[in-house]
């Protein structure tokens, strides 16, 4: 489940205002502004709300975006509310069991109708609040609020489903215990926090966790004290009519009967001196140094956290002078940055930084002092301070563009006191900071008393490191004229935020032997460099109170930049980063920081850091060997560090040319603009286009696998081959239902999650692609901009608790694999996910960035537009066709697994063997599961010892 996004006042008014929503204080009141009144406000839609007589708010938004609805349900319920000692992550445990069905819907019924109207669900859990969200097309409106009405009301779940569940939460912790991060909040918040429940992170303590199956009876309590009406909001925001929604709310909400409680949230005695802890993690071969501070909760009418928020973004973030010295001139840490997140009482400030090598911890610790130091007796400049402003203003606007993001924003802040005019209030206070205020309230709660440090490496200690600060005392006061081969890709819209993508077609596939992460390093020393006018700080500085965006990425055959920006600053925006485009700086000192980072987010990020991309990287490396996509898009280390500021320009210079680009423009430009910059881009070499001709993968023969062992806490899996289809192929939209109906990620009604993390509660999630699907952990729709020629087939199983759990899921999969080959779909599967695909489709392009980057997918596979393209394939589909499909394209003789494991030797062992690997339950289950277990633990995987390689963790990539 995702963890809230939300983290301080700038995030609130700029990830946060999609939307203008404005409440009054009457029990039922639409509300809509005049322009005037409209201009004064961050939130400045009509909406309509109400609360109904058991509590319940009832917020309705009316949008322009066609046929889509966004229903979002945020529970006023978070870890903060488990008060009982021992009771730590129930909160985050019902987001989980929210899911399981009612006596009028089981979960099977429940899914089958989400399924069936293409619903796009999730749900988070933050400290403060728990929020259910679903998007779907307007038609299945009423039905949605009755089957949420009803799940919230007479939710229904038996002692075994419950210690089940208990277990795939254990596993979602597993599956994050290998994030530094999530480790060094988790110890902080613990060292930090005596009394109040913000010492428990959402997940909760691992004991906690350990000891959910005996729980049974406790859920119960905490279910029936925090869900119940007074603490919910219900919003729907689309394409609705406003009335009869509100009806409808009524109709199936009324009903919800509240239960009262006096159930208090301990208050945090104030601290009393510096505490200090080193945390000693081997699963990292990286050096954290955190620092937080006591600090304000939000209250939108009191200066002291807007301050403190403005504060953060004057002296902590990319733009600031701090990450200037660390990151990019002395080069001491890989990041620096500060997270203060919104919370309903008195929380933490955090000031974090990775560092390149232990022995900076003192220089670092240091200029984090330094800097506290100058913003506590320093006034901001008050140019910056306006330019902060208007990040917050121009941020605000460029997140105007879906249903849905208007929704999560609504949901992430309404549950403060479900008042959506808390906003506007929030604003208001906001813009009355001066520098003044930002030093007063910096000065009030930077003190040494109020600070927390922690340290993180894989030593035991920090050798040299002396962890007193001293903030109080006085004495720490310191042109070409041929044609133009430039292709164009024009979406005009009436949107003033103005979308530009750059497409080379060019990528890692072009990375000559040896020099594997050439493209990659181009592509960021093109979008995270300078220009010959301006250094990269310059250009952070100055794209700063445009609130806009430029960056880049690389795919095997795909090279992009992509830019969003409002159009009042299209002009400054565009004089920059056409200056980094066609006048690149390629200075000596982004190269090396450049460079470390690159090597930085292949050892530490990846192969640290994500057991679960790693399995499915090293997968692809396994099976295309020899092969222009035969290394990772980022490179090799080795060859990485050999690459030369030559490599790079001769690069640019070879492939980032006119022939292989097609510039695609969205939004509301000007004809002006538009030929401005397809002229200005006939500045780049004319050039060759690059071979688009790419080998099939190398033949594939038998089973293998692959283990990498690394110091972990679970077992990834990951098993795939290669397919002769892609998109624009005949069979492929039939063979992307099948996938859905296996495994569409992040879906619990595919069969495999039913079947492994439903029935049997093993892991997070288990799903199926047969397209290229970076970044799964992290996102619940397909990253854009990765077409390829050649794809493979491919099962993510999300860690599993131990290898034998691995061995038994790998069996599950497989072996309904081999069931789905023999029998096909039935009538009823294909009809079902035939459905859920065409309502579900245009969800993935629900935004006008997302529209042109899947236009660019599309102009590569040479189709229609994505939606219309699947939904005409899907229309002309028959059951006979999807299963001869499965036929011709499924097979299981030549496969190649990858296990992410702690063990190798004896996960080789158990595979090898065709050792068993019987499963025990902490609750009953049925026969039916028990019979198929006895089968599946058997079930032979048909891996010799010969085709079973082990790799250390540190020899990948290399």
């Not at 729907?236 to 909400?253: H, M």
């Not at 301070?385 to 606007?397: C, G, M, P, R, T």
């Not at 070409?480 to 005009?492: E, G, N």
Request: with cysteine; glycine share 4%; net charge neutral.
């Amino acid at each position: 489940m995702k963890l809230s996004r939300r983290s301080n006042l700038l995030k609130t008014l700029t990830f946060g205002l999609m939307s203008g929503l404005l409440l009054g204080c009457a029990s039922t009141q639409t509300k809509v502004d005049t322009p005037a009144q409209s201009q004064e406000k961050i939130f400045n839609l009509p909406y309509h709300m109400e609360t109904l007589d058991n509590g319940l708010k009832v917020i309705v938004v009316k949008t322009d975006y066609p046929d889509l609805v966004s229903l979002h349900i945020p529970m006023q319920t978070g870890s903060r509310n488990e008060v009982e000692e021992g009771k730590s992550g129930f909160a985050h445990f019902f987001e989980h069991m929210m899911f399981k069905g009612t006596k009028n819907y089981p979960q099977e019924e429940y899914s089958k109708r989400l399924k069936n109207a293409g619903v796009d669900g999730n749900a988070y859990t933050s400290d403060d609040l728990t929020n259910y969200h679903i998007a779907f097309p307007k038609e299945h409106l009423e039905e949605m609020l009755m089957l949420e009405a009803d799940r919230f009301q007479n939710l229904h779940y038996s002692e075994a489903e419950f210690r089940t569940e208990a277990l795939a939460v254990k596993g979602e912790y597993l599956k994050n215990s290998s994030s530094p991060f999530r480790k060094m909040f988790e110890g902080i918040r613990d060292k930090a926090f005596q009394k109040h429940t913000y010492k428990h992170t959402t997940m909760g303590f691992l004991r906690d966790i350990e000891d959910m199956p005996n729980q049974f009876e406790y859920a119960k309590t905490f279910f029936k004290r925090w869900y119940t009406p007074q603490f919910a909001s219900v919003i729907v925001v689309g394409d609705v009519d406003v009335k009869q929604t509100a009806e409808w709310v009524k109709k199936y909400w009324g009903v919800w009967k509240r239960a009262e409680n006096n159930v208090s949230i301990p208050s945090e005695p104030p601290q009393q001196k510096q505490l200090y802890e080193h945390i000693h993690f081997e699963k990292t071969p990286n050096t954290y140094l955190t620092m937080a501070f006591r600090a304000p909760a939000l209250d939108e009418e009191k200066k002291d956290k807007p301050a403190l928020d403005l504060m953060s973004e004057a002296y902590f973030s990319r733009s600031s002078d701090l990450y200037k010295d660390l990151v990019m001139d002395r080069q001491l840490v890989q990041s620096v940055g500060a997270y203060f997140p919104d919370r309903k009482d008195p929380q933490l400030f955090y000031i974090y930084a990775q560092l390149k090598d232990a022995k900076f911890a003192n220089d670092v610790k240091q200029a984090i002092t330094d800097t506290l130091v100058k913003a506590r007796t320093q006034l901001v400049d008050s140019k910056k301070l306006e330019d902060i402003k208007n990040n917050v203003k121009y941020s605000f606007a460029r997140t105007l563009d879906s249903t849905g993001s208007i929704a999560d924003t609504l949901a992430s802040y309404v549950h403060f006191e479900r008042d959506p005019e808390f906003l506007n209030r929030l604003y208001q206070t906001s813009a009355t900071i001066t520098p003044e205020d930002i030093r007063k309230f910096t000065a009030k709660y930077f003190v040494d008393k109020n600070l927390t440090m922690v340290t993180m490496s894989p030593a035991e200690k920090l050798d040299g490191f002396d962890p007193e600060v001293s903030l109080d005392a006085p004495s720490q006061m310191k042109k070409s004229a041929d044609k133009s081969a430039i292709k164009s890709l024009l979406k005009p819209t009436s949107s003033d935020l103005i979308d530009i993508t750059w497409w080379f077609a060019t990528g890692a596939a072009q990375d000559p032997e040896g020099k594997k992460g050439l493209a990659a390093l181009t592509s960021m020393m093109i979008s995270g460099g300078g220009s010959v006018s301006h250094t990269y700080n310059d250009i952070q500085k100055a794209m700063y109170p445009l609130a806009a965006g430029f960056g880049g990425s690389v795919d095997k055959e795909m090279l992009v930049f992509r830019g969003n920006v409002h159009k009042d600053n299209l002009d400054k925006w565009y004089a920059l980063v056409s200056e980094q485009l066609l006048q690149p700086g390629f200075r000596e000192d982004d190269f090396k920081r450049l460079k470390d980072q690159l090597i930085n987010s292949i050892e530490n990020s990846l192969k640290s850091s994500n057991d679960e991309e790693l399995g499915k990287e090293v997968l692809y490396e396994a099976l295309y060997k020899g092969h222009p996509y035969g290394s990772l898009n980022s490179g090799h280390v080795a060859d990485i560090k050999k690459l030369t500021l030559d490599d790079v320009k001769a690069f640019y210079q070879a492939q980032l040319t006119q022939q292989n680009l097609t510039v695609a423009i969205a939004g509301n430009y000007s004809d002006a603009f538009k030929n401005q910059l397809l002229a200005d881009m006939e500045n780049l070499p004319k050039g060759e286009a690059a071979s688009q001709s790419i080998a099939d993968a190398p033949k594939l023969k038998g089973r293998h696998a692959t283990i990498v062992e690394k110091n972990t806490m679970s077992t990834a899996v990951s098993f795939g081959f290669p397919i002769d289809l892609k998109r624009g192929d005949k069979d492929w939209v039939a063979l992307w239902l099948v996938r859905s109906w296996l495994g569409e990620h992040r879906n619990s009604n595919s069969y495999l999650y039913q079947k492994i993390r439903q029935a049997r509660g093993m892991n997070y999630g288990d799903y199926a692609y047969i397209e290229y699907f970076p970044g799964g952990m992290f996102r619940t729709k397909p990253t854009i901009n990765v077409p390829r020629s050649e794809q493979i087939f491919q099962v993510w199983i999300r860690p599993l608790r131990t290898e034998n759990d691995a061995h038994f899921a790998t069996r599950t999969a497989v072996w309904e694999m081999e069931k789905l080959i023999e029998n096909g779909l039935t009538q009823e599967q294909f009809e079902s996910t035939r459905n859920f695909l065409k309502n579900y489709a245009p969800q993935l392009v629900d935004s006008q960035s997302r529209i042109l980057g899947s236009s660019v997918d599309s102009a590569f596979y040479g189709t229609d537009e994505f939606v219309d393209y699947v939904r005409k394939g899907l229309s002309e589909l028959t059951l006979e066709q999807v299963n001869a499909v499965i036929k011709k394209h499924l097979q299981l003789d030549n496969v190649h697994f990858v296990f992410i494991t702690k063990d190798a030797k004896a996960m080789k062992q158990r595979l090898s063997s065709e050792a068993e690997s019987p499963m025990t339950y902490n609750s009953e289950k049925p026969a039916e599961i028990l019979n198929e277990d006895k089968i599946i633990a058997k079930y032979p995987l048909k891996l010799k010892a010969k085709q079973i390689k082990v790799v250390p963790i540190d020899k990948v990539f290399n």
